[in-house]
Nanobody
Framework: QVQLVESGGGSVQAGGSLRLSCAVS????????MAWFRQAPGKEREGVAV????????RYADSVRDRFTISQDNAKNTAYLQMDNLKLEDTATYYC???????????????????WGQGIQVTVSS
């Protein structure tokens, strides 16, 4: 059974930083892709960033490019999302997701992922 556990969320003032972690257990890390999604109240779940675990290629949503960085530690089976210069509109529940295959085509579609974490809250205040 594959499990994804997020950590690192919380509250921060606008302009601040947070780093989210997603630990993966129960599967071989390095043969697929890991992504971060977020969902704000009343909005659809949106893709934030993705990394192919074998090659390390990345993609970002336009709204977070140059502010967020996705990375991984294959030895720890863990993916990270470094969030800098946070804005009020970044407030949401953040989810990590794992999918099979290294292709990043259509990476932002939630249906492309087999496993999901429980979600973690990020709140940005003024």
């Amino acid at each position: 059974q594959v499990q994804l556990v997020e950590s690192g969320g919380g509250s921060v003032q606008a302009g601040g930083s947070l780093r989210l972690s997603c630990a993966v257990s129960g599967d071989t890390y390095g043969s697929g892709r890991m992504a971060w999604f977020r969902q704000a109240p009343g909005k659809e779940r949106e893709g934030v960033a993705v990394i192919s675990t074998g090659v390390g290629n990345t993609r970002y949503a336009d709204s977070v490019r140059d502010r967020f960085t996705i990375s991984q530690d294959n030895a720890k089976n863990t993916a990270y999302l470094q969030m800098d210069n946070l804005k009020l509109e970044d407030t949401a529940t953040y989810y990590c997701a794992a999918g099979q295959g290294n292709s990043l085509l259509w990476w932002a579609l939630p249906t492309k992922y087999n496993y999901w974490g429980q979600g973690i809250q990020v709140t940005v205040s003024s």
